[in-house]
């Protein structure tokens, strides 16, 4: 199984490159090739940091060649802002779209809960919930499985959400539709959970 992970200098990318060869999978990287993505079998967007570094892949043709690939049904993976990329854009650098796959903007999670002050960035440990029977890339991860977060913005819940987390109120941790899929959480840092996510995706 061949995996391509795009680099856009904002990616976890040595963690997922490593989960990714434990798991058997023949990994190639391109951060502008778009030679690489036309070919590509599978697709990899990792991402930890500000939303605006996804710029990047407007300027290297990337966006293009990446919205080709998933309209020819190659299976997609975002993680962390590689997922909130799939939405139509995110409150933390609103002049940058997203790809706009799935509807509505990613937003910052709320100063205040019940007043009383949240905690931001969310980092840690917590739940799945609310986990999707059809979903195939959460294919025997159950209810209640913890996977490890790190991050201040948040997908909105939609008809393609395949998992729930609560954080200051409840929000999308698993988008999926077809063949594109994106996680919030790092399946990398994620232990057994996480490394059945990635498993699950590489035998799509």
Request: contains cysteine; glycine residues 12%.
């Amino acid at each position: 199984m061949r995996v391509t992970v795009i680099d856009y200098k904002a990616g976890n990318l040595t963690s997922v490159l490593k989960a990714l060869r434990h798991l058997g999978a023949e990994v190639e990287v391109t951060d502008a090739d778009l030679a690489l993505v036309e070919r590509a079998e599978r697709i990899v967007l990792p991402g930890v940091g500000h939303f605006a570094a996804t710029k990047r892949l407007d300027d290297t043709g990337l966006t293009g060649a990446i919205r080709a690939a998933i309209g020819r049904g190659v299976p997609f993976l975002g993680i962390c802002v590689g997922m909130q990329w799939l939405f139509e854009g995110s409150t933390e650098a609103p002049g940058i779209s997203g790809l706009g796959h799935f509807a509505e903007r990613c937003a910052r999670f709320p100063a205040l809960v019940d007043g009383a002050e949240l905690k931001s960035p969310h980092v840690g440990w917590n739940s799945l919930e609310g986990v999707r029977a059809d979903s195939r890339l959460l294919r025997g991860v159950e209810n209640g499985g913890f996977v490890y977060y790190s991050h201040s913005w948040r997908a909105p819940i939609g008809a393609a959400t395949a998992a729930v987390t609560e954080y200051g109120g409840v929000f999308t941790a698993v988008v999926e539709r077809e063949n594109v899929m994106g996680v919030q959480f790092h399946p990398e840092k994620s232990s057994a959970v996480g490394l059945q996510v990635l498993k699950n995706f590489l035998e799509l």
